[in-house]
């Protein structure tokens, strides 16, 4: 009996001295939960694409013959219709906000240099007859937009619009009955600006996107000046241009960046 005591109290205290050291032991920490992806924040950038515009330009024949004759004895209305495409390069700089749900506000200022070219010809049927050549050059685009999106995580769906101006340089030249012209107009023209895009962010700071842009300017009439004839005259141009284009953005100042 005595030895049954015995064994039974050894266990005993055994078993408190294990509770004991485990006790000591330090507690495992729980896994770190990384914060929820935010897009609030703000985000500087560059930007590689393509343009291709449409340009109507009415009317350059009665331009010349007009200026040529003192008085307006062109018959009928001539459009020139310009494709100018080239390549778009330029920045970007914008800030968002992520409602609690998955809602993207933001607003974007934009610009860009573009190498958008074309010509074409018009017969001019009072010369004998005679040939003028229509040229139109777009230098640059700016915008200002306001952007609504929503979010997948790291994947922003988006659209936007807003203002926006182009820089356009208008040329007529060529030889009306043996003399030569070249008349000059440059603008700078108001319009608006709408499109849509996808952003990814690929690191905490780093995102790309692609996008779509439909640019419209409208029907304006533009100056056009010959300095070696000292004519004076003008055209109207209806243009719009359609961007297409990739950019990557730097992030910085997010709340869960």
């Given at each position: 009996?005595?030895?049954?005591?015995?064994?039974?109290?050894?266990?005993?205290?055994?078993?408190?001295?294990?509770?004991?050291?485990?006790?000591?032991?330090?507690?495992?920490?729980?896994?770190?939960?990384?914060?929820?992806?935010?897009?609030?924040?703000?985000?500087?950038?560059?930007?590689?694409?393509?343009?291709?515009?449409?340009?109507?330009?009415?009317?350059?024949?009665?331009?010349?013959?007009?200026?040529?004759?003192?008085?307006p004895v062109t018959q009928g209305i001539t459009t020139a219709r310009l494709s100018p495409d080239g390549a778009i390069i330029g920045g970007q700089i914008g800030c968002d906000y992520q409602f609690a749900g998955n809602a993207v506000i933001g607003i974007e200022g934009f610009a860009a240099g573009l190498t958008n070219k074309s010509s074409n010809d018009v017969l001019l049927p009072l010369?004998?007859?005679?040939?003028?050549?229509?040229?139109?050059?777009?230098?640059?685009?700016?915008?200002?937009?306001?952007?609504?999106?929503?979010?997948?995580?790291?994947?922003?769906?988006?659209?936007?619009?807003?203002?926006?101006?182009?820089?356009?340089?208008?040329?007529?030249?060529?030889?009306?009955?043996?003399?030569?012209?070249?008349?000059?107009?440059?603008?700078?023209?108001?319009?608006?600006?709408?499109?849509?895009?996808?952003?990814?962010?690929?690191?905490?700071?780093?995102?790309?996107?692609?996008?779509?842009?439909?640019?419209?300017?409208?029907?304006?009439?533009?100056?056009?000046?010959?300095?070696?004839?000292?004519?004076?005259?003008?055209?109207?141009?209806?243009?719009?241009?359609?961007?297409?284009?990739?950019?990557?953005?730097?992030?910085?100042?997010?709340?869960?960046?």
């Amino acid at each position: 009996m005595k030895t049954l005591l015995l064994i039974t109290a050894a266990a005993m205290t055994l078993t408190f001295a294990g509770i004991a050291s485990a006790a000591d032991l330090p507690l495992k920490a729980a896994p770190r939960v990384a914060p929820p992806f935010s897009w609030t924040g703000c985000y500087l950038g560059g930007t590689l694409g393509g343009a291709f515009a449409r340009k109507d330009v009415t009317d350059p024949v009665q331009l010349v013959q007009d200026s040529f004759n003192g008085a307006p004895v062109t018959q009928g209305i001539t459009t020139a219709r310009l494709s100018p495409d080239g390549a778009i390069i330029g920045g970007q700089i914008g800030c968002d906000y992520q409602f609690a749900g998955n809602a993207v506000i933001g607003i974007e200022g934009f610009a860009a240099g573009l190498t958008n070219k074309s010509s074409n010809d018009v017969l001019l049927p009072l010369g004998s007859p005679d040939i003028a050549t229509v040229q139109a050059t777009t230098d640059f685009l700016t915008s200002v937009t306001g952007r609504l999106g929503y979010a997948f995580d790291s994947v922003l769906v988006y659209g936007r619009g807003g203002v926006a101006m182009a820089g356009d340089k208008y040329v007529v030249f060529g030889s009306f009955l043996g003399t030569p012209f070249s008349f000059t107009g440059l603008e700078n023209r108001f319009g608006w600006v709408a499109g849509a895009g996808v952003e990814w962010a690929f690191s905490p700071h780093w995102s790309v996107n692609f996008e779509y842009d439909y640019y419209g300017f409208g029907t304006r009439s533009v100056t056009m000046f010959d300095a070696g004839n000292v004519f004076l005259g003008s055209v109207k141009v209806r243009q719009d241009i359609q961007v297409a284009k990739v950019g990557l953005n730097f992030h910085s100042w997010g709340l869960g960046w």
